[in-house]
């Protein structure tokens, strides 16, 4: 098996600094150097995904094209390097002790007593082999930061790969925070000196340092962190904090970044003797020459913890991106709808988008916003929930289904218009099946799935196909016993699966733009593409804030 080179980022001192986006960020120049680049995240935390994990304690949940629910930071990499992952590019503890557990049930280990060292150790280098094979160059993000108990094993494993492939195969890159202490007027190197000191305690000698800091660091402070850690001067790179996230591959490129990874791994016969970027800045100058702003609220469940929407943040932003647009942000929480009513929390905004969610709280609050949109022509964007929701308004106030509601939040409803999924087939043909019984865990439909979209309808103006396959994470869907008293109400299924059976957009025709649906497109948008929905629904709030009238279109 030809082994791929690998670029392993771990963290110190502090959690949160960036590194998932700055090993994306490498990633795209090095993507932009005409490599084939790949990444994977660990984590060493002991559940099996993030899938069954709080949205106010971790974050986003990211679904890949198979199904697989991962951490945020594989949302990070796809929107960076124009890759699609998989369930094998996000791996965690209890993904690995699930498969060593396993095996030793089989007696694959044919009596040994099994120890993390080789055991967990070796399954740890089985799952970075599998993922990273056939690439260039893969880079692989270590979670947590030097010193948690829980990436002991992690650490371990890749020491084992330094070692048994060599220098030229393995980089370790460690990103570490560099305070700015005000009352002194300086930059503190020694916690960057300390995480050092414990990564090498363990086997671990970095070749190149990210220093995370609010202002560039001065040469002095480079020579002196280069002295205390063994690290060549020229690899000590300075991280700052910078206004736009789509401006660090070019930071780090003016740095010389890549020039160092690939002088390190002997890559640079293979790769360009210059990186394009013109992409990047084309992203770049579109955010920071806008020739408009909209300002869009997100009604949601989770809005205190802005990280469980980090991809629909992402994509309103993209889509503003293509026509130069700057999308100002308004997070809402439903519940405050509820208390204080559509109208008088929605104003003066121009366009509502409703995300997806779980359970019964703030569910009235998101039906609420998308009566108000539909009532008032305000532009309405709604998502997995977000389309529920949309579909208890129409059939509670178009209708005239009291009480309806998703078994979800009420399993007495009369009108039970959004219901559990028993069984659905997946994208390869299989059978899937579930009940109030199963698991939580890895039991919705997910992952991506076709769908054919209905002629004359916006969704298929927008999209300029007759077929699309989105990203889906869900458990509960639309009711079929509902389709013709809805459709005669005024509700238009525009997009439903190959096989017919599952209602997948929905819209309303006599509306500016009211359009929802059951996946979540946001896992496809990128900054240097978007996504045709988000596009649209941006445009259409430049529309309302236009008072109506056709906008020219600005290429980004």
Known sequence: MTMTPLIFVTGGVVSSLGKGISAASLAAILEARGLRVTMMKLDPYINVDPGTMSPFQHGEVYVTDDG?????????????????????????????????????????????TVQVIPHITD?????IDTAT???????????GTVGDIESLPFLEAIRQIRTERGPDKALFMHLTLVPWIAAAGELKTKPTQHSVKELRSIGIQPDVLLCRSEQPLPDSERRKIALFTNVSEKAVISVVDLDNIYKIPMWQHSQG???????????????????????????VDATEHPIDEVTIAVVGKYVDHKDAYKSVAEALRHGGIRQRTRVNLRWLESQDIERDGAAAVLAGVDGVLVPGGFGDRGFEGKVLTAQHARE???????????????????????????????TEND????????????????QSGDVQRR??????????????????????????????????AERHRHRYEFNNRYRTQL????????AKSMDDLLVEMVELPDHPWFIACQAHPEFLSTPRNGHPLFIGFVRAARERKAGGKLLKEASA
């Open 68 to 112: 697989a629910e991962t951490d945020l930071d594989l949302g990070h990499y796809e929107r960076y390097v124009n890759v699609r992952l998989s369930g094998k590019n996000s791996i965690t503890t209890g993904k690995i002790y699930e498969n060593v557990i396993r095996k030793e049930r089989r007696g694959d280990y044919l009596g040994a």
């Open 123 to 127: 399954e740890i280098k089985r799952c």
């Open 133 to 143: 094979q056939g690439y260039d160059v893969a880079l692989v993000e270590i979670g």
């Open 257 to 283: 970044l890549d020039a160092i990874v690939l002088e390190r791994l002997r890559l640079d016969g293979k790769a360009a003797p210059e990186a394009d970027l013109s992409a990047w800045q084309d992203v």
């Open 376 to 406: 008032t022509g305000l532009p309405y964007f709604g998502i997995c929930y977000g389309m529920q929701a949309a579909v208890v308004d129409v059939a509670r106030n178009l209708a005239g289904l009291g009480g309806a509601n998703s």
């Open 411 to 426: 399993r007495q409803t009369p009108h039970p218009v959004i219901g559990l999924i028993t069984e659905w087939r997946t």
């Open 435 to 468: 009940s109030e019984d199963s698991d939580l865990g890895g039991t919705m439909r997910l992952g991506l799935q076709e769908q054919r979209l209905k002629p004359g309808t916006r969704a298929r103006e927008i999209y300029g196909k007759d077929v699309v």
């Open 487 to 494: 459709e005669d109400a005024g509700l238009v299924i525009s």
